[in-house]
């Protein structure tokens, strides 16, 4: 029998008003937001760290600071951060890594968007420096990818975002739905 994916700290990256309403959500936003809102309940009964990654975009952009598409679309409780970036790896320049270690957190669940961008850089990179990764496939998205040079066919978002996990190699632990994720304090040994 297989083991149930356990994580001890969820990181919701990008999950912001413009990503996930109007005319710049991401397709499929509504099984995502469903996702997102099964694990930030899970990992919230379960006590241990939420922290939400806010894209900070340029002047102009969606996510331009301080403006409603720049607001997170889950309101964080007292207790669970934001991690605001201003490149893809929420870990760049940002203080994730700290918050992570003070709560002695060893395996992250991920969810968030763009899976080809934000999502996958972040995962990246919490696997680089040693964190576990676990990846539901329901819990991200991103958008169609327009066709490219020399008559490169457009891809598909779920193309996309199923290439994104495949791109994260052996060390993530990819699971069919965020119902699939368990969340535990760890348990020093």
Not at 77 to 106: C, M, N, Q, W, Y
Not at 169 to 176: H, M, N, P, S
């Amino acid at each position: 029998m297989d083991e149930v994916p356990t994580a001890d700290a969820l990181v919701v990256v990008d999950v912001q008003n413009a990503f996930v309403s109007g005319a710049e959500a991401v397709l499929g936003y509504a099984r995502l937001l469903a996702a997102v809102a099964a694990m930030l309940e899970n990992a919230r009964a379960s006590g241990v760290p939420v922290i939400f990654i806010q894209n900070d975009g340029p002047s102009g952009a969606v996510d331009e600071p301080h403006t409603s598409g720049w607001e997170l679309h889950f309101t964080p409780r007292p207790g669970e951060h934001i991690v605001r970036k201003e490149l893809d790896d929420g870990f760049d320049g940002t203080g994730l890594d700290d918050l992570l270690a003070a709560s002695g957190v060893e395996t992250v669940a991920i969810c968030g968007m763009l899976s080809e961008m934000c999502l996958a850089a972040t995962a990246r990179t919490a696997m680089a420096i040693g964190y576990g990764v676990i990846l539901p496939h329901d819990g991200h998205a991103t958008y169609d990818v327009p066709p490219g040079p020399g008559g490169s066919p457009g891809v598909p978002a779920h193309l996309a975002a199923r290439a994104a996990e495949w791109s994260l190699g052996d060390e993530v632990t990819i699971v069919a739905s965020a119902s699939d994720v368990r969340f535990a304090r760890h348990q020093a040994g």
